[in-house]
């Protein structure tokens, strides 16, 4: 059914462009915003008349996706939007954020589709330009789609998410943005607060667990692979391990997450016990998808920077520990010679330094510590 909404998408990557295009064809008026830096990648996509969407979209519609403005002057793109999509990789949304935070309208809902902690990593900008009180600020757990862009306006979409976590800090926020994210996905639903969002499963699952027992073929021969098609019974047994430390610590916390398998069978419909079956039939889009090194090394920074350690360093104020995590952290920071611990994220980043589980848990559920 087509619906009537103002959206802003930020980004010009496959996540962003997948969004856009999709929700064009579901009926919304979308801006599409890019950082001016990187203002070139919209001429193709105003040259195309819009975004050319393939595959399988959660519109069920494809062809040539038309926007209403596609600019790289911030105000002009959030003017009138009660959504704002922010999709690019983690690493690159405070550089998005600053440019958008001094024009944000109030009431606007903003999501950054890959969290990573957004909402708590990002109060010092919003903060510092005066939005933290007229927007509500939200994240998925994860994008949308599963989508590669493979023209300069085209992009192909091979699967979408049928459960879109979310939640929003402080969390009593979150109904709010739930009623407004449900109007472009209705498959969204909220989990208790942004530390419950945080150890969901997701990308983190499965990125470091499959490059390390492929490390040499990755890393030394091929460059270019299917990334998802090269899942061994090894990298499975590391997703299960890592599933075990996730959700012994979420418990520690009262938080309700699920196994990756699980995860995959609810949001992909795809059948299997484990990683390696759920991956090793080369049937579906994950498999078929193609992947270069450097994609995938900006996987591992985003998950280990900005998922592994913080679950660490959470670990350590319920009195747990993670071997099988920290394992993967220093092998791959062997692997690639890059410090992810020097780059990760602490709990103090997130406003987190210091907390009990118990302040913790305050501070995401409605913003401050007991």
């Given at each position: 059914?087509?619906?009537?909404?103002?959206?802003?998408?930020?980004?010009?990557?496959?996540?962003?462009?997948?969004?856009?295009?999709?929700?064009?064809?579901?009926?919304?008026?979308?801006?599409?915003?890019?950082?001016?830096?990187?203002?070139?990648?919209?001429?193709?996509?105003?040259?195309?008349?819009?975004?050319?969407?393939?595959?399988?979209?959660?519109?069920?519609?494809?062809?040539?996706?038309?926007?209403?403005?596609?600019?790289?002057?911030?105000?002009?793109?959030?003017?009138?939007?009660?959504?704002?999509?922010?999709n690019v990789p983690a690493m690159a949304v405070d550089r998005f954020m600053a440019e958008l935070a001094p024009h944000f309208?109030?009431?606007?809902?903003?999501?950054?589709?890959?969290?990573?902690?957004a909402c708590l990593r990002l109060q010092d900008l919003l903060s510092k330009a005066g939005a933290t009180e007229k927007i509500?600020?939200?994240?998925?757990?994860?994008?949308?789609?599963?989508?590669?862009?493979?023209?300069?306006?085209?992009?192909?979409?091979?699967?979408?998410?049928?459960?879109?976590?979310?939640?929003?800090?402080?969390?009593?926020?979150?109904?709010?943005?739930?009623?407004?994210?449900?109007?472009?996905?209705?498959?969204?639903?909220?989990?208790?607060?942004?530390?419950?969002?945080?150890?969901?499963?997701?990308?983190?699952?499965?990125?470091?667990?499959?490059?390390?027992?492929?490390?040499?073929?990755?890393?030394?021969?091929?460059?270019?692979?299917?990334?998802?098609?090269?899942?061994?019974?090894?990298?499975?047994?590391?997703?299960?391990?890592?599933?075990?430390?996730?959700?012994?610590?979420?418990?520690?916390?009262?938080?309700?997450?699920?196994?990756?398998?699980?995860?995959?069978?609810?949001?992909?419909?795809?059948?299997?016990?484990?990683?390696?079956?759920?991956?090793?039939?080369?049937?579906?889009?994950?498999?078929?998808?193609?992947?270069?090194?450097?994609?995938?090394?900006?996987?591992?920074?985003?998950?280990?920077?900005?998922?592994?350690?913080?679950?660490?360093?959470?670990?350590?104020?319920?009195?747990?520990?993670?071997?099988?995590?920290?394992?993967?952290?220093?092998?791959?920071?062997?692997?690639?010679?890059?410090?992810?611990?020097?780059?990760?994220?602490?709990?103090?980043?997130?406003?987190?330094?210091?907390?009990?589980?118990?302040?913790?848990?305050?501070?995401?559920?409605?913003?401050?510590?007991?």
């Amino acid at each position: 059914m087509d619906i009537a909404l103002n959206v802003t998408v930020c980004g010009c990557g496959a996540g962003a462009m997948a969004t856009a295009a999709d929700l064009s064809l579901k009926g919304c008026n979308v801006n599409l915003f890019e950082v001016t830096e990187l203002k070139e990648n919209l001429a193709s996509i105003r040259q195309n008349g819009g975004i050319t969407l393939k595959g399988n979209a959660a519109s069920g519609k494809v062809g040539l996706a038309r926007l209403d403005q596609i600019t790289d002057d911030p105000k002009k793109a959030l003017e009138d939007s009660e959504l704002v999509f922010i999709n690019v990789p983690a690493m690159a949304v405070d550089r998005f954020m600053a440019e958008l935070a001094p024009h944000f309208e109030t009431g606007q809902t903003v999501v950054v589709t890959t969290g990573y902690w957004a909402c708590l990593r990002l109060q010092d900008l919003l903060s510092k330009a005066g939005a933290t009180e007229k927007i509500n600020m939200a994240e998925f757990a994860i994008m949308p789609y599963i989508c590669d862009k493979v023209g300069p306006a085209e992009v192909h979409v091979g699967n979408f998410k049928r459960d879109l976590v979310m939640s929003t800090w402080p969390a009593k926020n979150r109904e709010a943005a739930l009623n407004a994210v449900q109007k472009a996905y209705p498959q969204a639903r909220l989990c208790k607060h942004v530390l419950e969002l945080n150890l969901q499963p997701g990308n983190p699952g499965v990125h470091a667990q499959i490059t390390i027992p492929n490390a040499a073929f990755f890393f030394e021969r091929s460059r270019v692979f299917r990334f998802y098609g090269e899942v061994s019974h090894c990298a499975s047994k590391l997703t299960a391990a890592h599933d075990r430390e996730r959700m012994s610590i979420a418990a520690a916390f009262g938080c309700e997450t699920t196994t990756w398998p699980e995860y995959c069978r609810r949001v992909y419909l795809y059948q299997g016990r484990d990683l390696y079956e759920l991956c090793a039939t080369y049937t579906d889009p994950h498999q078929q998808r193609w992947s270069t090194i450097e994609e995938a090394e900006r996987l591992l920074v985003e998950d280990l920077c900005y998922s592994f350690i913080p679950m660490e360093q959470l670990a350590k104020v319920v009195g747990l520990s993670t071997p099988v995590t920290t394992a993967m952290i220093d092998i791959l920071a062997v692997f690639t010679g890059f410090n992810y611990r020097a780059h990760g994220l602490d709990l103090n980043d997130l406003g987190l330094g210091g907390m009990s589980r118990d302040q913790i848990l305050d501070f995401v559920t409605v913003g401050k510590s007991g």
